[in-house]
């Protein structure tokens, strides 16, 4: 069993900075392909970036040049650095792992970009 905590969320003003962090357990964290979904009230949930085990990634269009995903194997940890965030980013962020077709989320961290 995968567990995943995120930590980090919080309130931002426009144009501001916020780093996600994801926890996870297990032996072979490092065989995980990990990604952070979102989402905003009334919507649904979406991509918005992932990184495989050889640390290819992917990022949804919306966010491009300004959110990084990024891992640390060593640490069992996965990060997604925002900037230039937009009130359109506001949403709950959700990290996510996938092995051999099984997939585990956790329970999501509140972003909020507001003045």
């Known amino acids: 069993q995968v567990q995943l905590v995120e930590s980090g969320g919080g309130l931002v003003q426009p144009g501001g900075s916020l780093r996600l962090s994801c926890a996870g357990s297990?032996?072979?964290?490092?065989?995980?392909?990990m990604g952070w979904y979102r989402q905003a009230p009334g919507k649904e949930r979406e991509l918005v970036a992932q990184?495989?085990?050889?640390?290819?990634?992917n990022y949804a269009d919306s966010v491009k040049g300004r959110f990084t995903i990024s891992r640390n194997d060593a640490k069992q940890m996965a990060y997604l650095q925002m900037n230039s965030l937009k009130p359109e980013d506001t949403a709950v962020y959700y990290c996510?792992?996938?092995?051999?077709?099984?997939?585990?989320w956790g329970q999501g961290t509140q972003v909020t970009v507001s003045s």
């Open positions: 990184i495989n085990m050889i640390h290819r990634t």
């Open positions: 996510t792992a996938e092995f051999r077709g099984s997939d585990y």
């Open positions: 297990g032996r072979i964290f490092s065989m995980y392909n």
